[in-house]
């Protein structure tokens, strides 16, 4: 275990109060994203939250990342969904314990050296891209145009339209109400990053997003009390599945159809999964240490384990399949998470939040964490970013 990770856990409780608040905004980040992608999969709402949850719950016992969180994930929907139609989610569900298995055994044949033979230019290119992405899939969100869920990045889009096409038809589609928080919430952002308020305590205590998030909240209150027609409506909201009692709860996990182990079909997904889901978690070690300020190293055969960990678990209870995932470890590092208790704060969070308030989360616009996002975007592609790659060299460009 390399020294640096040591001395970084020995300070995990001394760096809570960064990694509190910024465990709360990949939280808030993570909702719509563990929702949309379960929704995108064909697979039961509840199976995005679980998948979540271990993620960020489990998975962190065993990986040494201290700032990459794990969820489901949107590169595995077209998988999962196919999948389901074709098996149905029970058996799908064993070809995730079964990658999970494979997962674990890749690590220990140290198959996470592979991770180390990605040129920095390509994860250079790769995190510019996803922040152009996230960028551009927000704008719509921002104004209250949501014809895809919240977290796709495909650019071919649920409804038929495209990322580009769907920025031309929200022209025609404003919601006021929507546009006006989502203008707020990104002005409270903005300010919050001036040298001025970075140097404020209070400011360090109280992070934009979580301020931009809470300011949408209540703004979409007064507009709901005294100005109904600006008022967010509920698809636009963070739409999270609600409990009537605990007696529901065993609703929400489903258990896989272990009968269907010695399926050739089955066996070959696991391998799909396995596969699929370590070369993306690899991608986004690599992309987020690169990321990290303190400039840490994840052990990547480790993390090989650490999620195969997770996917067995994620399985046997009713979850999507798991990997470390950029937008929501971009999140984290934006927000200033310093150590993986930040991940296991976003994990305690989606645990409380399915169980007991559900309601308060539902409360929050989609305008608020596009705002979020759409900073996260722009920070991982910054036009500096260019330029200083082109400096570097052409072929590096």
């Not at 020294?3 to 719509?32: C, E, H, M, T």
């Not at 990322?163 to 109400?177: I, P, Q």
């Amino acid at each position: 275990m390399p020294a640096q990770q040591s001395n970084d856990d020995l300070k995990i409780w001394r760096n809570l109060r960064y990694d509190l608040p910024a465990g709360l905004v990949v939280f808030l980040v993570a909702v719509p994203l563990c929702l949309g992608i379960a929704l995108a999969s064909g697979a039961p709402l509840s199976s995005g939250i679980i998948a979540g949850i271990i993620g960020g719950l489990i998975i962190p016992l065993l990986s040494r990342s201290p700032l990459g969180v794990s969820g489901p994930a949107a590169g595995l929907a077209v998988i999962v969904f196919e999948a389901v139609g074709q098996i149905g989610f029970e058996a799908f569900l064993t070809a995730v314990v079964l990658g999970g298995m494979l997962q674990i055994a890749l690590g220990f044949l140290r198959a996470g050296i592979i991770g180390y033979y990605f040129p920095s230019s390509v994860i250079t290119g790769m995190l510019s891209g996803i922040g152009i992405i996230i960028a551009l899939k927000q704008i719509p969100h921002l104004v209250g145009y949501d014809t895809d869920w919240e977290g796709d990045t495909a650019f071919v889009e649920p409804g038929g339209e495209t990322t580009l096409s769907a920025l031309v038809d929200m022209l025609g589609a404003f919601h006021l109400g929507a546009t006006l928080i989502g203008a707020i919430c990104l002005a409270i952002l903005i300010v919050w990053e001036l040298p001025f308020f970075k140097r404020q305590k209070i400011f360090q205590w109280l992070p934009g997003p979580l301020m931009a998030v809470i300011a949408g909240a209540v703004i979409n209150w007064a507009f709901n009390q005294y100005a109904p027609e600006l008022a967010v409506r509920s698809e636009h909201l963070v739409s999270l599945p609600v409990l009537d009692d605990l007696s529901q709860l065993s609703q929400f996990f489903t258990f896989p159809d272990l009968t269907s182990v010695t399926d050739p079909h089955i066996f070959t997904l696991g391998i799909i999964v396995a596969v699929v889901a370590s070369l993306e978690t690899l991608l986004s070690v690599e992309a987020v240490d690169k990321l990290d300020p303190h400039k840490r190293v994840t052990p990547t055969n480790l993390e090989l384990i650490a999620q195969g960990a997770g996917n067995m678990a994620s399985g046997l209870i009713g979850g999507l399949p798991i990997t470390q995932v950029i937008v929501r470890s971009s999140a984290n590092i934006q927000a200033g998470g310093r150590t993986k208790m930040a991940t296991m704060v976003h994990g305690t969070f989606l645990l409380v939040s399915a169980f007991f308030f559900p309601f308060l989360l539902n409360m929050i616009p989609l305008a608020s964490l596009a705002a979020i996002l759409l900073l996260v975007g722009y920070k991982l592609a910054k036009p500096q970013l260019f330029t200083r790659m082109y400096r570097d060299g052409w072929y590096q460009f």
